[in-house]
């Protein structure tokens, strides 16, 4: 799974052989087959790993939280520290390569999307009660994931202490709050990255 992840993710789904994922991860390629069916398997079960995976790292760092601000604050570092941690490869080919799946393989995976959406909801609506909020709810959910999976671009092997750093700074921005100590971008090979415009096509 750890190398098909890695491959997917350097190379992208269509790139990769399960020839180079079976030498990547030290047994031959027949042997893959004793487990999966095809590469489409593959693919599926690391996406599902990933979500998984990911899912859990937010529920633990919303758990336990009270308050709606606070919540949203924990919402968001939890989803940054999934999408930046060991497993950062596994969220990455979520974002580019889902669709390479058949619709039947896409159900299952699109459910755990529909549950971790409902977590999103759950906070939000929270959020939404207490004045923070005061738009549509669901095109907030999409601005603001769409904002945080774009940090992918700009965020590069951030320490965990900047990933705290940078879930502040989000959370201020993404409920227009002022800030009074604003985000400094670090340059350098880790950390945040002013690469491409800083993230702007």
């Known amino acids: ?16 052989t399960v020839r180079e994922i079976a030498r990547e991860a030290g047994i031959t390629s027949g042997s893959i ?54 497993k950062t490869h596994f969220h990455h080919i979520w974002l580019q390569d889902l669709r390479c799946l058949p619709e039947h393989m896409q159900a299952p995976l ?19 009660a ?24 700009w965020v590069h092997r951030p320490r965990p202490a900047q990933i705290d750093e940078l879930a502040k700074a989000m959370t201020r921005s993404l409920l227009n709050e002022p800030d009074p100590t604003p985000f400094r971008m670090l340059e350098g090979r880790d950390g945040f990255s002013g690469i491409a415009g800083d993230g702007d096509l």
């Open 1 to 16: 799974m750890e190398a098909a992840a890695k491959l997917f993710y350097e190379r992208g789904y269509e790139g990769a």
């Open 33 to 86: 087959f004793y487990h999966f069916e095809s590469k489409e398997e593959i693919l599926a079960a690391v996406l599902r790993q990933g979500m998984e995976e990911g899912v859990a790292i937010v529920r633990v760092t919303v758990e336990g939280v009270t308050g709606a601000r606070a919540r949203f604050d924990a919402l968001v570092l939890g989803h940054l520290r999934a999408l930046h941690g060991e």
């Open 110 to 128: 699109l459910e755990l999307s529909r549950d971790y959406r409902a977590l999103w909801y759950q906070v939000l609506d929270e959020v939404k």
């Open 130 to 153: 207490a004045g923070l909020i005061r738009g549509d709810k669901n095109l907030f959910r999409k601005v603001a994931i769409g904002a945080l999976n774009w940090t992918a671009q």
